[in-house]
């Protein structure tokens, strides 16, 4: 198939002729569309409907929809990152009625492309699935890196009470001579969080193969990557601003459809040390429990070793819900064709 570069704001989409899909750049007024298809998805903690119009907004991404008979069937979002080497897929996701047929398979060839066809200096493709990935799926990508997913429930107003019991004591171990007392997380500004995810030594001590993983998307600690993420708001933490062994990022709370005052917590630590991990955890849902009511999913995206001992935490001391047992995020990479 010809790939036409101008397809952004074409009027005229682009037909498959294998399969009769039609593809199309997606604008605000596909968004109930794209919404009525989408809600199954995630079990309810799809990101998309808060995300949809300021993804549209982005200079570095494009969404397409695939359509059949005119009908928004399937959406894929292709954004370059990383000084232009990588494309970020995300939001991929095809209609029930429509999947099993290959769908995505033609929606993700034909946006690659269209990026090679539009930024001819991208090399690789990059996503991050939380689904087991077998043997073919390895043929296809080679892993960067996986992270643990912790995924808790719980009402902001319970936990809050919780925490106010617990006191910071009973939170904190208490010192011995061969575990000092861990140091006190610091929120990192802007200008501190650039300088120190920028710095040789996190990349190679703390995040896992060099990438920072943040709300699902994984960059590399480059200066033009961490001018897109300070322009979101995220609570940058780590242990000791110096010479940190644990660092975390934070989304503020937002909405998610699995229901009315839901929302969703997204904290990425990364290091493999328990109590700094665990206290940047209390530290992150401390502050944003604070003024917060309604029910939250949280995602907690850790190195896996310390899932279980934080699990157990989670449901011994906070008493919060645990809402599935050990999953994994696996961000993957391929050469684009
Ligand atoms: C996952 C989903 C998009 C697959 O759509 P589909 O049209 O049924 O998929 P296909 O029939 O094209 O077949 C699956 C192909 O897509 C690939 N695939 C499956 N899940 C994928 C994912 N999450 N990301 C990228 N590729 C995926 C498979 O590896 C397979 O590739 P292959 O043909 O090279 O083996 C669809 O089931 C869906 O919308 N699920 C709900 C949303 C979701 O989980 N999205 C994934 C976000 S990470």
Known sequence: MKIETGLSRSPAPEVDPQTELEFAVATEEDFEEIMAMSQDIYGGLDYLPTRYKAWLQESNRTVILARKQGKVIALESVCVIDDGETVLVEGLRVAPSERGKGVAGVLLKFCSQLMKAKYPEVKVTRLTRDDRLGPKDFQKYRLITKQGILLVRFRAEDLKLCLQELGLEALTPEATPDTPQPAAPVRLDPLAARHLFLSAGLARDVL??????????????????????????????????????????????????????????????????????????????????????????????????????????????????????????????????
């Open 208 to 337: 896992p193969n060099a990438t920072i993983v943040q709300d699902w998307q994984p960059f590399k600690p480059l200066a033009s990557n961490m001018t897109i993420l300070l322009k979101k708001d995220i609570d940058w933490m780590v242990d000791d601003a110096e010479s940190p062994s644990v660092a975390s990022l934070c989304t503020f709370p937002f909405r998610v459809p699995i229901g009315e005052d839901w929302y969703y917590l997204n904290i990425d630590v990364f290091g493999k040390d328990l109590e700094p991990v665990r206290r940047q955890f209390l530290a992150h849902l401390r502050r944003h429990t604070e003024s917060l009511q309604g029910h939250v999913m949280c995602q907690l995206f850790l190195d896996p070793p310390l899932w279980q001992p934080l699990a157990d935490f989670c449901r011994n001391t906070l008493r919060v819900e645990l809402v599935k047992g050990y999953t994994e995020q696996c961000v993957v990479e391929s050469d684009l064709a």
